[in-house]
């Protein structure tokens, strides 16, 4: 692969990442499952304590975390990636996260901010970048509770 061949599958990929965290903060699942690869596989964890969750299959991955968030407000950034082109079609990547999520329950705000990364496979496939593996990791969550302003 020449460089300019790798700057342009960095900017993809990029890209793919800027769509998956706004199509999961708009809740368009449909554009989030087209993200991962038809069989891609998705583990999560919230807590280091807590067993890890694997998901099979974009579609599969799209309704577990819609199901997740259904009723929660969210707002994800990522920042600056660490990406590796390994081949023409396969990469990867680790992008550091700061997410928030509020939810009204009895009457209050329930919040959750979480610090972590993704780390994540990629392939291209009939000609884009699609997520292969997906894993975040937390390393602190902070919540809270409080009444609406």
């Keep these: 692969m020449n460089a300019v061949d790798k700057l342009v599958a960095l900017e993809e990929i990029r890209a ?6 706004r199509c999961l903060d708009e809740k368009d699942w ?9 069989d891609a596989v998705s583990y999560s964890f919230v807590r ?9 299959g974009a579609k599969e991955i799209a309704a577990r975390v819609a199901a997740a968030l259904e009723g929660v407000t ?6 600056t990636p660490e990406l ?9 990547g680790i992008w550091p996260l700061n997410d928030v999520l509020s939810r009204m329950r009895d009457g209050k705000r329930h ?9 994540q496979v990629y392939r291209k496939a009939a000609g884009r970048w699609v997520i292969q593996e997906h894993r975040l990791t937390r ?4 919540t809270g509770v409080e009444e609406p302003a």
């Design 16 to 21: 793919l990442m800027a769509r998956r965290v």
């Design 139 to 142: 390393l602190l969550l902070e």
């Design 84 to 92: 590796e082109i390994l081949s023409e079609d396969h990469a990867t």
């Design 74 to 79: 969210t707002a994800h950034q990522i920042h």
């Design 111 to 119: 919040w959750m901010r979480g610090y972590g990364h993704y780390r």
């Design 30 to 38: 449909e554009g989030f499952a087209a993200c991962y690869a038809d």
């Design 48 to 56: 280091p304590e807590a067993p890890e969750d694997k998901i099979v």
